[in-house]
């Protein structure tokens, strides 16, 4: 007989497990004992009150009017030291939450310093890859150098080409070149890297696609496997 184990709950802090992250358990933490303290401020308060009550009764003999008045001192300072337990922690809640958005926003920023090195990185590979193209056009340097600028120059410019971080190389090089009025050889960048990686994962533009589909269907099947082929022998004499 197999008896099932149970995992044990994991320890929380009003609902954030203690496996969070330190920032998330710390606010959690301070929030809990922010509440502890203001429970503890409610009930000396009542304590205290309860006192004041008593001792400024009629009825009550000297001896329980310096009793409650000792007793009143040590709940009121108790009651004064947990406020400024609880000014303390709100500060300190407060300089957890600036941390955490100085920490948030220097992210932020850092992402997006990424994002514009990958960007600048990107559009220099697409000029670069437009230039090898009109060099194969017409082997003329000066024009392909000055078309490569240009294609760099209007992904600049030009917001038509959209995110370029988040489109398959391939699309962005055949509206580029569509644009600029050049007629890209697919058959031979269908053997650089960029392409090799869209058609792999099947984000290839439609003229790459195109091509290689072509290609595949131009080539001949190839053998069965696991079959044995049949060859007449010759007739015995």
Same mark, same amino acid.
């Given at each position: 007989?197999?008896?099932?184990?149970?995992?044990?709950?994991?320890?929380?802090?009003?609902? %954030?497990?203690?496996? +969070?992250? @330190?920032?998330?358990?710390?606010?959690?933490?301070?929030?809990?004992?922010?509440?502890? &303290? /203001?429970?503890? +401020?409610?009930?000396?308060?009542?304590?205290?009150?309860?006192?004041?009550?008593?001792?400024?009764?009629?009825?009550?003999?000297? *001896?329980?009017?310096? @009793?409650?008045?000792?007793?009143?001192?040590?709940?009121?300072?108790? %009651?004064?030291?947990?406020? &400024?337990?609880?000014? !303390?922690?709100?500060?300190?809640?407060?300089?957890?939450?600036? !941390?955490? *958005?100085?920490?948030?926003?220097?992210?932020?920023?850092?992402?997006?310093?990424?994002? %514009?090195?990958?960007?600048?990185?990107?559009?220099?590979?697409?000029?670069?890859?437009?230039?090898?193209?009109?060099? *194969?056009?017409?082997?003329?340097?000066?024009?392909?150098?000055?078309? /490569?600028?240009?294609?760099?120059?209007?992904?600049?410019?030009?917001?038509?080409?959209?995110?370029?971080?988040?489109?398959?190389?391939?699309?962005?090089?055949?509206?580029?070149?569509?644009?600029?009025?050049?007629?890209?050889?697919?058959? !031979?960048?269908?053997?650089?890297?960029? @392409?090799?990686?869209?058609?792999?994962?099947?984000?290839?533009?439609?003229?790459?696609?195109?091509?290689?589909?072509?290609?595949?269907?131009?080539?001949?099947?190839?053998?069965?496997?696991?079959?044995?082929?049949?060859?007449?022998?010759? @007739?015995?004499?």
């Amino acid at each position: 007989m197999t008896v099932a184990t149970q995992t044990p709950p994991q320890p929380t802090i009003t609902g %954030v497990p203690v496996s +969070a992250p @330190a920032p998330d358990l710390a606010r959690a933490l301070l929030e809990r004992q922010l509440w502890v &303290l /203001g429970q503890l +401020a409610e009930g000396g308060l009542e304590i205290a009150r309860a006192i004041e009550r008593r001792a400024t009764s009629d009825e009550s003999p000297d *001896a329980v009017l310096d @009793a409650a008045s000792l007793a009143y001192a040590r709940v009121s300072r108790a %009651v004064r030291m947990t406020i &400024l337990l609880q000014s !303390k922690l709100i500060a300190d809640l407060q300089t957890l939450e600036v !941390k955490g *958005a100085q920490a948030a926003a220097q992210a932020n920023s850092l992402n997006g310093t990424q994002r %514009v090195c990958r960007e600048h990185d990107q559009k220099r590979r697409i000029g670069r890859t437009v230039a090898r193209i009109a060099w *194969a056009d017409d082997q003329d340097l000066n024009r392909a150098q000055r078309l /490569g600028r240009e294609a760099v120059e209007r992904l600049e410019e030009d917001e038509l080409y959209g995110d370029i971080l988040n489109r398959p190389f391939s699309e962005i090089i055949a509206q580029i070149c569509e644009d600029m009025g050049l007629e890209p050889d697919w058959p !031979k960048l269908a053997d650089e890297a960029w @392409a090799k990686a869209d058609l792999n994962t099947g984000v290839a533009a439609a003229p790459l696609a195109a091509v290689m589909a072509k290609s595949a269907q131009a080539r001949p099947p190839p053998p069965s496997k696991g079959v044995a082929q049949f060859t007449p022998q010759a @007739a015995s004499p």
